[in-house]
């Protein structure tokens, strides 16, 4: 199966500040790649996928890039509501798999 | 507006059986393929099931593989998970979610889950 790595860990930053968040797959997944945010005690909810399209209603501060095996998200400008933990996702093979997810702390 | 509701969650012994249920409504149910996501307690997202929009598809993550099974009735808007042989790291919150139309393996709306917990 297609192992995703995320770094880093944890992320801590500010509001206003820039997050760039990391997934990197162990072997090519093509752009076949999403993000998706979750908070506590909700179901994730995509954010980004086939690398960079923005799922329906995401703020366009939410951009996705990278291909093959390693990918970004960035946040342009946090705010409150960003502080969440994210995870990526790939669809080339099945099973599909996510990453162990990286937390936006405050 | 896009709902999923999932049920059927609860306590059960390890070796035993459990089926779940996800209630949908404010979409097309037979246009989309359907997934079960699991999740324990501090742990990422891990996909259980897909099954396509007609049922002719189903896949497995080989940890439920010969133990669980997807189903799904289109007139009933109903999604279905079937688990036998329940073992203690199966115990997760189960959340249903929707494949986007196209594309179809992403999951862009999401239940908030049933908690099955396997424990003696």
């Known amino acids: 199966e297609i192992v995703l790595t995320q770094s880093p860990a944890t992320l801590s930053l500010s509001p206003g500040e820039r997050a760039t968040l990391s997934c990197r797959a162990s072997q090519t997944v093509s752009s076949y790649l999403a993000w998706y945010q979750q908070k506590p005690g909700q179901a994730p909810r995509l954010l980004i996928y086939?690398?960079?399209k923005r799922a329906t209603g995401i703020p366009a501060r939410f951009s996705g890039s990278g291909s093959g095996t390693d990918f970004t998200l960035a946040i342009s400008s946090l705010e409150p509501e960003d502080f969440a933990v994210y995870y990526c996702?790939?669809?080339?093979?099945?099973?599909?798999?996510f990453g162990p997810g990286t937390s936006v702390d405050l | 507006e896009v709902q999923l509701v999932e049920s059927g969650g609860g306590l059960v012994q390890p070796g035993g059986s459990l089926r779940l249920s996800c209630s949908a409504s404010g979409f097309t149910f037979s246009g989309h393929s359907m997934s079960w996501v699991r999740q324990a307690p501090g742990k990422g997202p891990e996909w259980v099931a897909y099954?396509?929009?007609?049922?002719?598809?189903?896949f497995y993550a080989d940890s439920v593989k010969g133990r669980f099974t997807i189903s799904r009735d289109n007139v009933k808007r109903s999604l279905y998970l079937h688990m036998n042989s329940l073992r203690s790291d199966d115990s997760a919150v189960y959340f249903c979610?929707?494949?986007?139309?196209?594309?179809?393996?992403?999951?862009?709306?999401w239940g908030q889950g049933t908690l099955v917990t396997v424990s003696s």
């Open positions: 099954i396509s929009s007609g049922s002719t598809t189903t």
């Open positions: 086939d690398a960079s």
């Open positions: 996702q790939q669809r080339i093979d099945w099973p599909l798999t």
């Open positions: 979610a929707r494949g986007l139309t196209i594309p179809t393996r992403y999951l862009d709306s």
